[in-house]
């Protein structure tokens, strides 16, 4: 009987151990695809604040792309969008791209008190199915992910990060600073 249970004891421990290793191993498999898929601009669809879809189509071509995921009541994000609205001329050469799952009235609301709203290249969308976290290997909010005007990824960032550290990003990834 004490053989049995020994027997027992030590199959179930290894079976365990099988079992952990496994998830490591696909978590850290799943990191690096999603690292990979990061490299660029993956495919998107998010909703409008007018009712629209946005697409990775409907970005401008050879501009840099800023994605800013954001809660209305995140003093942080709050920070960050006053701190970009200070700056907002030194991103004219740039798409702002904030992204909410919270309720398009909402985020109308931060974007008009904000006064980010009014700017060609800033738009605001709404991720009805909450699919940016995931796509976009978003883990914390504020969450920043800075692309060139080719699309190759040049900053992850989680937390807040203010409009100079997006722009000296920026700065420091282009050949040709007159253009900033």
């Not at 605001?124 to 796509?135: A, G, I, Q, T, V």
């Amino acid at each position: 009987m004490k053989t049995y249970l020994k027997i027992t004891v030590i199959g179930l421990g290894l079976l365990l151990l099988c079992f952990m290793g496994y998830k490591v191993t696909d978590q850290i498999q799943q990191k690096t695809k999603v690292k990979e898929m990061l490299k660029t601009i993956p495919a998107f669809s998010f909703e409008t604040l007018e009712e629209g879809v946005f697409t990775k189509n409907d970005l401008l071509s050879n501009k840099a792309t800023v994605f800013i995921y954001f809660n209305t009541e995140c003093n942080y994000c709050q920070n960050e969008a006053i701190s970009i609205k200070k700056s907002i001329e030194e991103f004219k050469n740039t798409q702002l791209i904030f992204v909410s799952s919270e309720a398009k009235e909402t985020i109308n609301t931060f974007a008009e008190f904000y006064k980010l709203n009014t700017y060609d290249y800033v738009n605001f969308l709404f991720d009805s199915k909450d699919d940016f976290s995931n796509r976009f290997d978003a883990t914390s909010i504020p969450y920043v992910l800075i692309y060139d005007e080719n699309q190759v990824l040049i900053r992850k960032h989680k937390g807040q990060l203010k409009a100079e550290g997006i722009l000296k990003t920026l700065k420091s990834n282009l050949t040709d600073l007159s253009s900033y």
